[in-house]
């Protein structure tokens, strides 16, 4: 889970368009809860503009990292983002 909420910037050509989509990524949450950078995998996603948001919103974001026992540990997760054209 993330310390704070995730909160990628909508595009604003997208805004402006209406378009929406939905991002799925797959990434490693190291020990310090710090998103391993290299360990970012697209699942899914339509347009590149969406997934360069949710990468640069992922950069800055801390999670919680998981735990054995009383250690933290690195783990593999996967989250999707939702982006809804404001009405």
């Known amino acids: ?5 995730v909160d990628p910037a909508y595009p604003l050509n997208a805004r402006l ?3 929406e989509d939905s ?5 490693t949450v190291r020990a310090d ?3 391993a950078a290299e360990s970012m995998d697209l699942v899914d996603a339509n ?5 360069a948001s949710v990468f640069n919103a992922l950069s800055r974001a ?3 990292p998981a735990r054995l026992g009383d250690c933290a540990v ?3 997760m996967k989250q999707r983002f939702v982006f809804k054209a404001p009405q």
Do not use: C, K, N, Q
């Open 23 to 27: 991002v799925t990524l797959a990434f």
């Open 74 to 76: 690195a783990t593999r």
């Open 62 to 64: 801390r999670y919680h």
């Open 1 to 5: 889970m993330p310390e704070a909420g």
């Open 33 to 35: 809860g710090l998103i």
């Open 47 to 51: 347009y590149r503009e969406f997934v």
């Open 17 to 19: 368009a209406g378009i």
